[in-house]
């Protein structure tokens, strides 16, 4: 099964830059696409930002788009979300997630959509 890990969450001041990493294992057909999710206490869990790891497509949420970048390593074990120029508004439970997906697959689906998820991480965005 797959089972996915992130890592990098922290506190970084607003206007700043922080790099989060999602270690993903298991049966690679499984999680032909990745995604960045952000929820905060009291709303709705909300898509960041997807990559087909087959293809290397890559959507946004629109918030996002020209300050956050996904992308993922030569192997394909690992997802990258950098956060550039991190708003207060960017502050959230961020989590990893996976879903089946081949060349063809659009990957920016909603979260029920995705199977697999790690625990989370933290991201507070102060001053």
């Known amino acids: 099964q797959v089972q996915l890990v992130e890592s990098g969450g922290g506190s970084v001041q607003a206007g700043g830059t922080l790099i989060m990493a999602c270690a993903a294992s298991?049966?690679?057909?499984?999680?032909?696409?990745m995604g960045w999710f952000r929820q905060v206490s009291g709303k709705e869990r909300e898509a960041v930002a997807t990559i087909n790891r087959v293809r290397s497509t890559t959507t946004y949420n629109d918030s996002v788009k020209d300050r956050f970048t996904i992308s993922q390593d030569s192997a394909g074990n690992t997802v990258f979300l950098q956060m550039h120029g991190v708003l207060h508004e960017d502050s959230a439970v961020y989590y990893c997630?996976?879903?089946?997906?081949?060349?063809?697959?659009?990957?920016?689906?909603?979260?029920?959509?995705?199977?697999?998820w790690g625990q989370g991480t933290h991201v507070t965005v102060s001053s």
């Open positions: 997630a996976a879903m089946p997906g081949n060349w063809n697959t659009r990957c920016d689906e909603p979260d029920i959509n995705y199977d697999y």
């Open positions: 298991g049966d690679p057909a499984s999680r032909g696409c």
